[in-house]
C-alpha cells in the first residue's frame, strides 16, 4: 500500500483545458478546472450534454478523445503527471488502477466473446492472475454484485443477458484488478428505473466494499445524491459549483444548481374529466401480436380524452410502445376495436384515409433519427402543410413561419439541416412537424428520454403551453415517472401488455397501490441521500 | 457534409476574372475560326459550343465565391484545350463531334472541380493522381481520332514493327499501329463499359430500392430471382448467354448490365434497408406518403455516397470483365480495338520478350488503380471521417 494513503490526494486536477479541433480551428471545451479526489472518496460530476463531464472522466485517465488534446493544466494521479505522459505509462495505470464504466454497456462489451473472458482479459494479459483464479474471482465479484447465477453467467454472451446485468456484468469487470479508481460515466442513464435501482445499489456495496474511489457522472442530481460524497457541477466546460452533498442539496449557492434541483417539483393542476364526453379515442379489449405469433398485448382498453393528456407507463418490454403502433395502424390488432371520435378506425393505416391519418400524429424518443438529415427544416416542416392542408408558396411559408415561433425557435432555423441544430431544438421541430398537420391527438413515445433534464423540462412544458392554445389531446408514452407526475392528467401502468392499474393522477399516485406501481413509484430516486439506502432496508425487510 | 461552398472568401477581383474569360475567349474564338475554315456547320457548331463554355465559364469566375486557384485553374485547362484545338486544327475539323465532346467533358471537370474547390484542395496526393489519371482517361476517349496518328483498323505496315519513329509503339499481329490501336481501344472499352454498368446500376438500384421499400413477398421473390442468378459464376453466365445470342456489342452490354444488377440489388437493398428502419421514414409512412416520395426523398438523398461509391467501383469490374471476355474472344470483335483482345491478338509477342502486348494490360490496370484511388478519397470525405 502507498504510504501517504490518506493524506495526498488520489486525483489532482489542476487548471485543465481541453481544446478539440474542428474545421474553424481548435475551440476550448474545458475551460481550466481543479478536481481533487482523496483516495476511497466518491465525487459526482453532473451537468448537460455538453458540460464536458464525460472529457473530464476520460481525463482521469489521461485520455482525450480522438481530435480533442490537453492544452494546459496537470492531471496527477497518486503524484504521476499524467498529461503527455507516454502511452506506455499509462497504459500501465488503466485497468489496473484506473477502470471506466461506460454508459452503454451493450456497446461496450464485445458481442463475440462471453462475459467471463472478457473479465479475465486484462488480469490474465497482464500477467497478474491465472485464467482459473480470474474466472474465480469473477464469479465471487458476479455474487457480491447480486446477479443471478454468478457461477454460470459468466459463460454467457453479452445478448444473453438483459441491460441491468450487462450493466453490472461490466462494473465486475473494472473491479477486476481492483482499481484505486473508477469512472463511472452514467451508467444507469439508458435503464428503467426498475434496473436502475440494482445498478446502483451494486455500484454502491462494491464501492464500500473494496474503498474505491469514484468519479461518477451523470446528469440525474437524485442519482448523485444516493452515491457521492461530494457533488460538482459543471456547465459549459466550467465549475459551477462544488460542494458536500447535503449541503448541495439544502443550500445551493448558484442559480443553476437551483434550476437541477427544482425540476422535480413542477407539476400542474390536473384537467377534470368532463363527464358524460365521448373520449376522443377509445381503444377496446385490444390484443396484437407480433409475426411470429408472440402476443405483446393482452385486452388493452383505454380512453383518451378531448383536451387531457394520458400517460402510459411501463418498463420496457411493458408493451406501451406496441400500443402506440396499433393506434397508429402500424400493428394490426388481432382482437378489439379503436375508436376515434365516436367511429371505428380501420385497423391497418394503409385502410385509413388521408384525413385519419393527419388527426393522429407522432413524435418520437430520438429525434437524431427521426428528422431526415438531407432536409432542411423548412422542406420538413413544409411537407404536411402541403400534404394534408395543400397550401402552398406565401402563405405556406407564413404558417412554416409561425410554426416556428410556437416551438420558440427564429424563422432563420428554417435554412438549416438537422446536424446543425441541439437535441431538444430538433425535438421541438420533430413536435412542430406534428402539428403542422392540425392533428386532434399527439402520441409522445418517450419524447423527453433522450433529452438532458433541463432540455426535457422545456419541452415538456412547451407541449402544455401549446395543449393550452390548440386543444390538442396526448397520448404520452414514457418510463419516467418524473414526467408523469409533472404533466399526466390521467395515468395508465402497463406490465408485459396488460393494464395493471388506471385512473385521474390523484387516483393512481395515492395510494393504495398496485403492487408493480408501488414497486415503479418507489424505484424513483429521491432527491434525498438516505433514499437508498432506506428503500434497500425496506425491500429486504419485505422479503426476509 | 464536407462537399459543399461556403463562399466566405472574397472573389478573385472583377478585372482579373474578365481578364482571364477574355484571354479564354480568344483561344476559343481562334478554335471556332479554324474549324469553320473547313467547313460551315462544323464551324458553327463548334462555335456555339465554345461561345456556351465561355459564358458559363465567365458566370463561374465571376461568382464572388470562385477562388484565385479555381479560376487558374479553368483558366489554364481552356488554353490548353484551345491552343490543342489550333494545333491540330485540321484534325479537330475532321471530327467536330469528337471535339465537342472532349470540349463538354473538359467543361464539366473544371467546372465541378471549381465549384468544389475547397474540399479538393485537401485531397490527398492519391486522390489527385486518381482523379487527374481518370480525367486524362476520358479526355483520351473523347478525343480519340484526333490523337491517334493512324486510323483504328487501317494495315498501315508490315507485322510485329519494333517501335520507332514511324510507329512510336511498333505495329501489331496484322501491321496495325499499336499505339493508334491503344487510343482507340480506351474510347470503346470505356463508353461500353460505361453504358453497361450505367444500365445494370439503374435496374439494380431500382429494383434494390423497391425490393426494400415494399418489403414482404416481394422482397423476397426478387431477393430469391437474384440468389439464382448470382449462384451461377458470372463469366460462364455470360459466356453462356452471348454463345446463344451471338456476339454483338448491344448483347454485351446487356448482358453485363444484367449480371451487374444482380450485385447492385444486393447492395442498394442493404443500404436501404438501414435507412428505411430510422424513424424519419416511419413518421412518411404514417404521413400516408406513397413509395415514390420515400423512395426518392426519404431514401435516396441518405444512401447517395454509397452508391456512387460502388458505381465507380462497379466501372473497374464492368471494364475488366469485358477485358477479360475479349480476351477469350467473345467480347469485343476485331477489328474493333479494344484492351482485352488486344492483349490476346498479341500474346506471341511476350515469348520473345517484348513488353508491348502488356501496354494495353497495363492501361487496365492503371484506370482500375486510378478509378479506386478517387472513389475511396471520395467515400472518405462523404462519410465524414476525418484524417
Known sequence: MNTNAGTAPLLEIAGLRVEVTTDDGPREVVHGVDLTLRRGEILGLIGESGAGKSTLGLAALGFARDGSRFSAGSIRFDGQELVGAPERQLRALRGLRVAYVAQSAAASFNPAHNLIDQYAEIPVGRGLKSRRQAQAEAQEMYRTLLLPDPGGIGYRYPHQVSGGQLQRAMIAMAMACQPELIVFDEPTTALDVTTQVEVLTAIKLIVEKFGTAALYITHDLAVVAQMADRIMVLRHGRVVEEGETRRMLSTPREAYTRDLLGLRAAARPAVPAEAGEEPLLRVDNVSAAYGGGFKILHDVSIAVGRRRTVAVVGESGSGKSSLARVITGLLPPSEGRILFDGAPLPPRMRQRSRAHLKRIQMIYQSPDTALNPRQRVNEILMRPLEFYLRLNGRERQERIDRLLEMIELDPGYGQRFPDELSGGEKQRVCIARALAAEPDLIICDEVTSALDQLVAQGILKLLQRLQDELSVSFLFITHDLVTVKAIADEIIVMQNGRVVEQGARETVLAPPHHPYTELLLSSVPQMDPDWLDRLLAARSGATG | ?387
Open chain 2, 1 to 387: 457534409m464536407a462537399i459543399h461552398m461556403t463562399g466566405r472568401n472574397g472573389g478573385i477581383g472583377g478585372a482579373g476574372a474578365l481578364t482571364a474569360v477574355l484571354a479564354a475567349g480568344l483561344v476559343l474564338a481562334a478554335f471556332a475560326a479554324a474549324a469553320l475554315a473547313s467547313g460551315k456547320t462544323a464551324g458553327l457548331a463548334v462555335g456555339a459550343a465554345a461561345a456556351l463554355h465561355l459564358v458559363l465559364l465567365a458566370r463561374a469566375l465571376l461568382r464572388p465565391s470562385a477562388t484565385p486557384s479555381a479560376a487558374t485553374a479553368i483558366l489554364l485547362a481552356t488554353v490548353v484545350y484551345g491552343a490543342g484545338a489550333l494545333a491540330l486544327h485540321s484534325r479537330f475539323a475532321a471530327f467536330p463531334g469528337s471535339g465537342l465532346v472532349g470540349l463538354a467533358i473538359l467543361h464539366v471537370t473544371v467546372l465541378t472541380a471549381a465549384r468544389q474547390w475547397r474540399t479538393l484542395r485537401k485531397a490527398p496526393p492519391s486522390a489527385m493522381i486518381g482523379l487527374a489519371v481518370t480525367f486524362a482517361y476520358a479526355m483520351i476517349a473523347a478525343l480519340a481520332p484526333l490523337l491517334a496518328p493512324y486510323p483504328e483498323a487501317a494495315i498501315v505496315g508490315s507485322e510485329y514493327e519494333p517501335w520507332g519513329a514511324d510507329f512510336v509503339l511498333g505495329t501489331d499481329n496484322l501491321g496495325r499501329d499499336m499505339l493508334s490501336r491503344l487510343i482507340f481501344a480506351t474510347r470503346n472499352t470505356i463508353s461500353i463499359a460505361a453504358v453497361a454498368t450505367a444500365l445494370g446500376f439503374a435496374a439494380g438500384a431500382a429494383a434494390g430500392l423497391l425490393a426494400a421499400t415494399i418489403g414482404g413477398w416481394i422482397d423476397t421473390a426478387m431477393g430469391r430471382v437474384v440468389d439464382i442468378l448470382m449462384a451461377i459464376p458470372q463469366l460462364i453466365f455470360a459466356l453462356l448467354i452471348l454463345t446463344i445470342v451471338g456476339t454483338s456489342i448491344t448483347s454485351l452490354v446487356l448482358v453485363i448490365a444484367v449480371v451487374d444488377a444482380t450485385r447492385v440489388f444486393r447492395l442498394v437493398r442493404a443500404v436501404s434497408m438501414n435507412v428505411l428502419a430510422l424513424e424519419f421514414v416511419e413518421a412518411a409512412r404514417l404521413r400516408g406518403e406513397g413509395l415514390l416520395w420515400i423512395i426518392r426523398r426519404e431514401v435516396l438523398p441518405n444512401i447517395t455516397a454509397p452508391l456512387i461509391v460502388e458505381f465507380g467501383i462497379r466501372f473497374c469490374f464492368v471494364f475488366l470483365f469485358i477485358s477479360s471476355l475479349s480476351f477469350l474472344g467473345l467480347g469485343i470483335q476485331p477489328p474493333t480495338a479494344d484492351w482485352g483482345s488486344m492483349v490476346r491478338e498479341n500474346a506471341a509477342l511476350i515469348v520473345y520478350g517484348d513488353i508491348t502486348p502488356l501496354l494495353p494490360a497495363g492501361a487496365i490496370a492503371v484506370l482500375a488503380v486510378a478509378i479506386n484511388l478517387a472513389v475511396d478519397w471520395f467515400l472518405h470525405t462523404s462519410s465524414g471521417l476525418k484524417e
